[in-house]
């Protein structure tokens, strides 16, 4: 369902599951949790999908088989709450490159990164209402967050697709292609506990603390650190 690449620093997450248009079974959350949780070490993460699609969400066929099973229901969403969870959590840097479907817990997948880079034949759809089901309290927040209430009702109660250059305009991706290739040069150049310092302190931001006493040591710590003075006697030399 997953292959996890490595390259110079970039581990890389691949949705490899193309002829169901990369959706997730039931059983494979875990294994998600599992390779997130070995891509620590990298200094960046990019999530992608094989075959032109990035996610077409849950795999819909194991459902029939949780029906009046609730304690199967329950492991399906812990499961999947956990994986989402830990990659959000990662210290470093994550972006998620999307490209054709992605649907449902798709959305919730490239919601739980950093950032989100669409290409061009991009398409984002929320469809639980369809089949009459919701969408996990956590990845709502995300949504709200990223678009506001309104956009978010319209995605979630119509369930309509949108492309790559909208989900951009609503603020659900942050850029479209060709812009991923420059963004990743742009990170891995930049300093590794600089970024993790500067992804803690947006966290902290959208969680809405102002000032933190974690932030001013990491602060302080990295403005007397050695690399700041070999930046900055690289940038002399220039």
Not at 2 to 12: I, K, P, Q, S, V
Not at 114 to 132: H, M, N, S
Not at 133 to 161: K, N
Not at 165 to 194: F, K, M
Request: proline share 4%.
């Amino acid at each position: 369902m997953f292959r996890l690449e490595r390259e110079e620093g970039c581990a890389r997450l691949v949705l490899d599951r193309p002829e169901a248009r990369n959706a997730i079974p039931a059983s494979g959350w875990a294994e998600l949790a599992a390779l997130v949780a070995e891509a620590a070490d990298a200094r960046l993460l990019i999530v992608a999908g094989a075959g032109g699609s990035f996610c077409a969400g849950a795999d819909l066929a194991d459902f029939a088989s949780m029906r009046g099973d609730p304690a199967a229901v329950a492991r399906f969403r812990e499961a999947m709450r956990d994986a989402l969870d830990r990659l959000r959590a990662l210290p470093i840097p994550t972006i998620a490159l999307v490209e054709g479907h992605c649907y449902g817990a798709g959305v919730a997948l490239a919601m739980a990164c950093d950032i989100r880079v669409a290409a061009r034949d991009a398409e984002f759809a929320i469809t639980p209402a369809k089949i009459g089901i919701s969408y996990p309290q956590e990845d709502v927040h995300r949504l709200v967050a990223l678009v506001g209430p309104g956009q978010a009702a319209r995605m979630l109660f119509g369930g309509q697709a949108i492309d790559g250059e909208e989900a951009r305009q609503v603020g659900l991706v942050e850029a479209n292609s060709p812009a991923e290739t420059r963004l990743i040069a742009a990170i891995l150049a930049n300093d590794p506990a600089s970024l993790a310092a500067l992804k803690q302190a947006i966290a902290r931001a959208a969680d809405g603390v102002r000032g933190d006493e974690g932030a001013n040591q990491s602060f302080d710590e990295l403005i007397a650190g050695e690399e700041l003075a070999r930046r900055l006697e690289g940038l002399r030399r220039k």
